[in-house]
């Protein structure tokens, strides 16, 4: 069994200082206190401890073209989020399976880095270059895991229903390496991804359609309501308004209006974007209790717009925070974004929270870690419990901020003005995966990303 003392352990509502933390040889928490056990001797961490973060959204192969499309001319016609996905497309159609793991090994460990400890993988990359399909049809999905295993993350695998083009396309030739015709198809793919999950103690399985315009939306309710209830469900929606207008045409409703209606959202839903919500819709997706899987640093990046987090919270609406296309991996900087993204809009700072009082560190902590977790089918409402597993981002107790800051401004202090100069490192299931910003397999991991890219020519 190990003991901690660590400066600081952040629960719920309160700082433990110090926190006291005894984890038994497999990660499990067994006690944590303010108080020391008399007679007990503590490995001392002059840090304080988070817990670990959710990235509850991630295309890991599109790590590969971060930064290759911002190059703009005036000509450029498509100069959107839908020019940007043909540039995505080729990237999917030029990745073989070692390939693919060695860029998600590369992703998760940097993840890791940033304190992220679990990752919600919206996985839609399934078949061989060609379109055929795989001799095990969850290949790729099994080289996700993989890397996961490889550094220690915890990984919730999404294998994702594609389908179509479009709203009422076929799909195209550049889509190839996506597609189940059918929900049998797809049902295969999913059992097969249920299997290889059992290959890694901490990797468990989620399913998903990846939008209403992929996939025909009377097979996404058929799928829901053979699936409902027994495993997360996560969805893009209404992420471009090209998308909300091509809904009205095709279905007579918008996105999220179609979904309420017809797919019993419900707190294992996890709708991912959400950009475009009237506030009928807003006040109905908070009601339902469906978790928003927000992603601003790519939602940024590709155009989409400022999701109405103001109007969702006061709605009591549920959200979580993803990486997306990891344009940036920093889940306090998603923070950030998502923040300053509401006060440049509504021309005041006080917009993340609805309470008359609130900590807005702690605030963003709370819900990017607890519906962070329901994206992962996890239900834990605790920071720290014993009984679950001890997950944690270690902040520095001697950088310069933090060791002069009270614990009643320590929240806002790590989420408004962390970066990785001021992280220890990060736990998983109680063991250190990374110290002082390094991987224990850090060279090797760099090493094989570099080949990997380097056969890929993209960059």
């Known amino acids: 069994m190990m003991k901690y003392k660590f400066e600081g352990i952040l629960q719920n509502k309160e700082w433990l200082t110090p926190g006291y933390i005894h984890v038994n040889e497999n990660g499990i928490i067994q006690s944590i206190s303010d108080k020391a056990d008399e007679n007990s001797h503590y490995a001392l961490v002059n840090g304080y401890a988070l817990p670990g973060l959710q990235n509850a ?43 693919i793991q060695s860029i998600a090994t590369m992703l998760y460990t940097e993840m890791l880095k940033h304190g992220y400890t679990h990752v919600a993988e919206f996985h839609y990359v399934h078949h061989q270059e060609n379109g055929q399909k795989y001799e095990n049809v969850s290949e790729l999905g099994e080289r996700l895991i993989m890397a996961a295993k490889s550094v220690g993350i915890k990984i919730t695998l999404i294998p994702i229903f594609y389908q179509k083009g479009g709203f009422g396309q076929k799909a195209s030739e550049s889509q190839r390496r996506f597609i189940s015709k059918n929900i049998d198809e797809y049902n295969k793919l999913f059992l097969a991804s249920q299997i290889s999950t059992e290959q890694y103690e901490y990797a468990s399985i989620g399913y998903g359609a990846h939008s209403l ?24 929606v209404a992420e471009q308004k090209k998308e909300v207008e091509q809904s009205n045409q095709y279905l007579g ?36 209790q469906a978790n928003v899987v927000l992603c601003p640093t790519t939602e940024g990046n590709l155009a989409d717009g400022i999701f109405s987090l103001l109007d969702f919270q006061k709605e009591n609406g549920q959200w979580s925070i993803g990486t997306d296309s990891h344009v940036g991996i920093n889940p306090f900087q998603e923070m950030r974004f998502l923040d300053y993204g509401q006060r440049v809009s509504h021309f005041k700072r006080s917009v993340f929270s609805t309470g008359t ?16 977790r329901r994206a992962m089918g996890n239900d834990n409402s605790e920071f720290f419990k014993s009984g679950e597993s001890f997950d944690a981002l ?53 090493k094989q990303f570099s080949s990997s890219m380097k056969q890929i020519n993209c960059r």
């Open 57 to 99: 959204h991630s295309h890991a192969f599109q790590y590969a073209m971060v930064g290759l499309t911002e190059y703009h001319n005036s000509d450029n016609k498509q100069d959107d989020f839908w020019g940007w996905r043909n540039a995505m497309y080729k990237i999917a159609l030029s990745v073989d399976p070692d390939q």
């Open 213 to 236: 315009r992929a996939v025909e939306p009377m097979i996404i309710k058929e799928l829901r309501e053979n699936f409902n209830g027994h495993y997360p469900f996560h969805i893009h």
């Open 253 to 288: 409703q918008r996105p999220v209006q179609w979904c309420l209606e017809n797919l019993n959202l419900d707190r294992h839903c996890h709708i991912v974007h959400a950009t475009h919500l009237d506030q009928t819709e807003i006040q109905e997706l908070a009601k339902s």
């Open 357 to 372: 009082e609130y900590d807005s560190g702690l605030h963003a902590i709370e819900k990017s870690v607890i519906n962070g």
């Open 394 to 446: 270690v902040i520095d107790g001697n950088s310069p901020l933090i060791a002069v800051c009270s614990p009643h401004n320590l929240c806002s202090t790590i989420v408004y003005g962390s970066d990785l100069s001021m992280y220890l490192g990060t736990v998983v299931n109680g063991k250190w995966v990374i110290k002082n910003g390094r991987h224990a397999n850090q060279i090797n991991i760099e």
